[in-house]
């Protein structure tokens, strides 16, 4: 079920509805995206692929792979396809989390193991260093 809040927020765009697919990086979570917005990444990602280089055909091939069209039915529920279920390892209990553009959708235990590995500082020292990424803010 989509959560309220969330529900509240999509607004505009519930009635042209989600598509749900495989995780870009592993196989421990889905991503869904609103439709517009996979339709926007699609076209980028097939405007620059090459139609004549094997390599970037597979990847094209597989980063659509289990690719599903989703609506939210009269409880503001969304059905998940059980193979998208199986792959990701969806129990019972799921976490919707947001990052940004994408929604993942992940096994609640599994989710929790993976944020308790992650060290956000560390991460935040890597990836920005020195810079402030919130002076742009300013």
Known sequence: MLPVGLKKD?????????????STFDSQYLEIYTTEEWERKLGIVTKN???FNPKEVAFLRAYSAGVRKVELDSAGRFLVPKELMKVAGLSKDIVLAGTGLVM??????????????QDIGQL???????KNIFDELS
């Open 104 to 117: 993942e959708l992940w096994d609640k235990e599994r989710y929790e193991e993976v944020i308790a590995q």
């Open 49 to 51: 692929v090459n139609p």
């Open 124 to 130: 935040a020292q890597d990836l920005f260093g020195e």
């Open 10 to 22: 999509l607004a505009s765009v519930l009635d042209k509805g989600f598509v749900v697919k495989r």
